[in-house]
């Protein structure tokens, strides 16, 4: 990173102002008095000071929600050559994916730099709601729904009980929306497959109390400080 930047990321002055201080000599990097702007540090190992006072990167977290299309991996890179979620950010920082999302599966996914937030979102514990738009083959009875509410258990696994309720019901299939507070793999999609009403189309439309709104598909925004400030109250 250049000298100026990294005076500028400090919060010392502008990257203007930070080149007029180095070429008076008033920087210096590990003991040196550096005089030439273009100078470059490694943020992790060199020391930068201003007329003797040590300069810190204040790191700004990065978060974004995306509306993920299908055919889309939501890893940070892929071993087929496939399109990441994180392809689809125009963005220098390094950024991944929080949590997962099938290939299949279209709709909220929230990326960031940020792993202590992305740990907490990710830990079971906090059982973080997140509900999904299901397009279901047939119409669940109420019997069916009912053993979704209670909880089910599918091979090995037992997933916990979920909100669920039909929004639209047609003939050959039926719109449910669908809460769980896991994160289990292919959650929704076992859910449904247990009581013979498999997905044939499936997005997700919020994380907490994150909303996809009517952002499009394929498209990103970055989170208001209203969201950051929710994910970073998570305990
Ligand atoms: N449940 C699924 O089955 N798939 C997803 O992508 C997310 C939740």
Redesign the pocket.
């Known amino acids: 990173m250049r000298l100026q930047k990294y005076m500028a990321h400090s919060g010392a002055a502008s990257r203007r102002k930070s080149e007029e201080f180095i070429s008076e000599g008033r920087v210096k990097v590990n003991n040196k008095v550096i005089t030439e702007p273009g100078y470059k540090v490694d943020p992790d190992k060199d020391r930068v000071y201003l007329d003797g006072r040590r300069l810190k990167i204040i790191k700004k977290h990065t978060y974004i929600a995306l509306n993920k299309p299908m055919g889309v991996v939501s890893t940070a890179s892929d071993e087929k050559g496939r399109k990441t979620v994180v392809d689809m950010i125009e963005t220098d920082e390094r950024l991944y994916p929080i949590g997962r999302?099938?290939i299949d599966?279209t709709g909220l996914i929230l990326l960031t730099d940020d792993g202590e937030i992305t740990n907490k979102l990710t830990h079971p514990r906090h059982e973080i709601k997140k509900t999904?738009i299901a397009t279901v083959e047939g119409t669940p009875d109420k019997r069916a729904l009912d053993s979704l509410r209670k909880g089910i258990k599918v091979g090995n696994e037992k997933f916990k009980g979920a909100d669920v309720k039909i929004l639209k019901s047609f003939e050959n299939d039926s719109i449910i929306r669908t809460t769980i507070s896991e994160g289990k793999n292919?959650?929704?999609?076992?859910m449904y497959e247990k009581i013979n009403h498999p997905v044939k189309k499936?997005k997700?439309i919020s994380i907490g109390e994150i909303e996809l709104g009517d952002l499009e598909i394929g498209n990103y925004r970055y989170l208001n400080e209203d969201e950051i400030k929710y994910l970073k109250s998570i305990k």
């Open positions: 999302l099938d599966t999904y292919h959650q929704v999609k076992l499936l997700r």
